[in-house]
């Protein structure tokens, strides 16, 4: 197994730790016994029925075995782009077998009112939320991406894109200013080719980015000029909102000449919380920090005495609509574990009919007679 190799697509000890001795060909026996081998690989993308992988010995289609398709309860379950996966060969490509446990995923809740978690990139060690700065420049939006970044082990990186349309940059970076949190901020025009350079460092050898942000804020431009080539379509936003059409419809890892790993992501523009690790404390520590001096431990901040928070808002040090973001995606997140709960009971009980079929099937002591 070249792990040289592997480590250009993203491969580390986190990874390497969950081989066991089949998956590398040996069966634990007290004489071991050849088996073949299981391969690493990395989703580059997924289709209708099958998957498009890198691996060592560079770019081959995957499709699931019966078992993992058997063994996965909900589409969370399936790979996604990035993730990594153990394969067998077969005649014309791999049989995934399994998918390796992920050390970072940006997920969210399905569209619709099914309650299923869908991964839009896995295994990302930076984040960059991009945003136009046009009509689409909205801080209530970065805010909610910026909550789930956190969430997803990932780092977040905030990209301000087309810079030459702000006549006035200074009131974008003010009214970005009380959401950002130490967040990283770059102010680029990938049209221009201005600011580049800065995404560029992060591009280093089996480092992953992935790129979200709505239709029409330039992901595939960006990602276009990073890698000195036309990879992903472009098109022209709407006039009056700045709203795009989606030119991406799908995920997709792709290499750039650095090294680095680029995911362009379909635009979201509603992204509906998926979290079940999620915390308040990382995107709001400007709030939490100014909670726990309140008179009351159970302080709404509301006009209770003794309140840090409003006295903050009143002298101005703290903004009134970031602690009303606050309390929105409290509710979100009490929300979303009333929900998780509620299915966790329900596949508990389709669970418990299987097993009392299986336990009625089984023999009896009238069967012996």
């Given at each position: 197994?070249?792990?040289?190799?592997?480590?250009?697509?993203?491969?580390?000890?986190?990874?390497?730790?969950?081989?066991?001795?089949?998956?590398?060909?040996?069966?634990?026996?007290?004489?071991?016994?050849?088996?073949?081998?299981?391969?690493?690989?990395?989703?580059?993308?997924?289709?209708?029925?099958?998957?498009?992988?890198?691996?060592?010995?560079?770019?081959?289609?995957?499709?699931?075995?019966?078992?993992?398709?058997?063994?996965?309860?909900?589409?969370?379950?399936?790979?996604?782009?990035?993730?990594?996966?153990?394969?067998?060969?077969?005649?014309?490509?791999?049989?995934?077998?399994?998918?390796?446990?992920?050390?970072s995923k940006f997920s969210?809740?399905?569209?619709?009112?099914?309650?299923?978690?869908?991964?839009?990139?896995?295994?990302?060690?930076?984040?960059?939320?991009?945003?136009?700065?046009?009509?689409?420049?909205?801080?209530?939006?970065?805010?909610?991406?910026?909550?789930?970044?956190?969430?997803?082990?990932?780092?977040?990186?905030?990209?301000?894109?087309?810079?030459?349309?702000?006549?006035?940059?200074?009131?974008?970076?003010?009214?970005?200013?009380?959401?950002?949190?130490?967040t990283p901020v770059h102010?680029?025009?990938?049209?221009?080719?201005?600011?580049?350079?800065?995404?560029?460092?992060?591009?280093?050898?089996?480092?992953?980015?992935?790129?979200?942000?709505?239709?029409?804020?330039?992901?595939?431009?960006?990602?276009?000029?990073?890698?000195?080539?036309?990879?992903?379509?472009?098109?022209?936003?709407?006039?009056?909102?700045?709203?795009?059409?989606?030119?991406?419809?799908?995920?997709?890892?792709?290499?750039?000449?650095?090294?680095?790993?680029?995911?362009?992501?379909?635009?979201?523009?509603?992204?509906?919380?998926?979290?079940?690790?999620?915390?308040?404390?990382?995107?709001?520590?400007?709030?939490?920090?100014?909670?726990?001096?309140?008179?009351?431990?159970?302080?709404?901040?509301?006009?209770?005495?003794?309140?840090?928070?409003?006295?903050?808002?009143?002298?101005?040090?703290?903004?009134?609509?970031?602690?009303?973001?606050?309390?929105?995606?409290?509710?979100?997140?009490?929300?979303?574990?009333?929900?998780?709960?509620?299915?966790?009971?329900?596949?508990?009980?389709?669970?418990?009919?299987?097993?009392?079929?299986?336990?009625?099937?089984?023999?009896?002591?009238?069967?012996l007679s």
């Open positions: 197994m070249d792990f040289e190799a592997l480590k250009a697509l993203g491969w580390r000890a986190h990874f390497a730790d969950q081989l066991t001795q089949e998956d590398s060909g040996l069966k634990p026996a007290r004489t071991p016994a050849r088996v073949p081998a299981r391969v690493p690989a990395r989703v580059v993308r997924e289709d209708v029925n099958r998957y498009h992988l890198l691996y060592e010995g560079g770019a081959a289609f995957g499709v699931l075995s019966r078992r993992l398709r058997g063994e996965s309860a909900s589409r969370g379950d399936l790979p996604a782009v990035g993730d990594w996966v153990l394969c067998t060969p077969a005649d014309q490509g791999f049989v995934i077998e399994r998918t390796l446990a992920r050390f969210r809740k399905v569209a619709g009112d099914r309650f299923e978690e869908q991964v839009v990139a896995a295994n990302i060690d930076t984040v960059f939320i991009v945003t136009g700065l046009d009509d689409n420049f909205s801080p209530g939006r970065i805010e909610r991406y910026l909550m789930l970044a956190f969430s997803s082990g990932a780092t977040p990186v905030i990209v301000l894109n087309k810079a030459d349309l702000a006549d006035d940059l200074e009131k974008y970076l003010e009214r970005l200013a009380p959401i950002v949190m130490g102010v680029i025009s990938a049209l221009e080719g201005d600011g580049l350079a800065e995404l560029e460092s992060y591009m280093q050898e089996g480092h992953t980015v992935a790129l979200l942000g709505s239709s029409g804020v330039g992901k595939s431009t960006i990602i276009n000029a990073i890698l000195g080539y036309q990879r992903f379509d472009t098109g022209e936003v709407r006039q009056g909102d700045s709203r795009g059409r989606h030119t991406t419809t799908f995920r997709e890892l792709c290499v750039a000449d650095t090294g680095g790993l680029l995911i362009d992501t379909p635009g979201m523009r509603e992204i509906q919380i998926w979290a079940p690790d999620a915390s308040l404390a990382s995107s709001f520590e400007d709030v939490e920090s100014l909670a726990m001096r309140c008179r009351f431990t159970d302080c709404a901040h509301e006009s209770e005495p003794g309140c840090a928070v409003r006295e903050a808002i009143e002298s101005g040090d703290l903004e009134e609509s970031r602690l009303r973001s606050y309390k929105k995606f409290g509710k979100e997140l009490e929300h979303f574990a009333e929900k998780q709960d509620a299915s966790v009971r329900a596949e508990r009980k389709v669970s418990r009919k299987k097993f009392t079929k299986t336990i009625r099937k089984r023999p009896t002591k009238r069967d």
